[in-house]
């Protein structure tokens, strides 16, 4: 792990933290809007643009070492455009959304306590 590419876990943790933080503020958005009129959820696209780079041949020390950070922004969008739960058309349901609210705030601290525990062990590598 030691070497040019010390940082690679970090680095892609540190975008999935990015996305877990994104989705966290759209789903408080859409809680926001549970009475809007016409409004339609959104959500946050990562985990595909994640598998993509991280089920390429090799290791996956190999594979984080050559993941490309770039492809790993998280893209918004707006989910099931045509579906609607009410006849005002909005298609939040605050159920949903708050057991997505939970389950996004359990997976982000998961992810901040991993380069956490990653940094650890680079601090004992080094001998600090």
Same mark, same amino acid.
């Given at each position: 792990?030691?070497?040019?590419?010390?940082?690679?876990?970090?680095?892609?943790?540190?975008?999935?933290?990015?996305?877990?933080?994104?989705?966290?503020?759209?789903?408080?958005?859409?809680?926001?809007?549970?009475?809007?009129?016409?409004?339609?959820?959104? $959500? @946050?696209?990562?985990?595909?643009?994640?598998?993509?780079?991280?089920?390429?041949?090799?290791?996956?020390?190999?594979?984080?070492?050559?993941?490309?950070? $770039?492809?790993?922004?998280?893209?918004?969008?707006?989910?099931?455009?045509?579906?609607?739960?009410?006849? $005002?058309?909005?298609? @939040? $349901?605050?159920?949903?959304?708050?057991?997505?609210?939970?389950?996004?705030?359990?997976?982000?601290?998961?992810?901040?306590?991993?380069?956490?525990?990653?940094?650890?062990?680079?601090?004992? @590598?080094?001998?600090?």
């Amino acid at each position: 792990m030691l070497g040019a590419n010390l940082y690679n876990y970090v680095n892609v943790l540190d975008k999935a933290a990015d996305a877990s933080w994104t989705r966290l503020q759209v789903i408080s958005n859409n809680l926001a809007n549970v009475s809007t009129p016409h409004y339609k959820r959104k $959500d @946050v696209e990562f985990e595909s643009y994640l598998k993509r780079e991280l089920t390429k041949d090799g290791s996956l020390d190999h594979r984080v070492a050559t993941a490309d950070l $770039d492809s790993l922004n998280s893209t918004i969008y707006t989910d099931n455009v045509s579906l609607s739960y009410r006849l $005002d058309g909005n298609n @939040v $349901d605050i159920d949903t959304e708050t057991s997505y609210q939970a389950r996004t705030q359990i997976k982000y601290n998961a992810i901040l306590d991993s380069m956490t525990s990653e940094f650890s062990r680079i601090r004992a @590598v080094l001998g600090k």
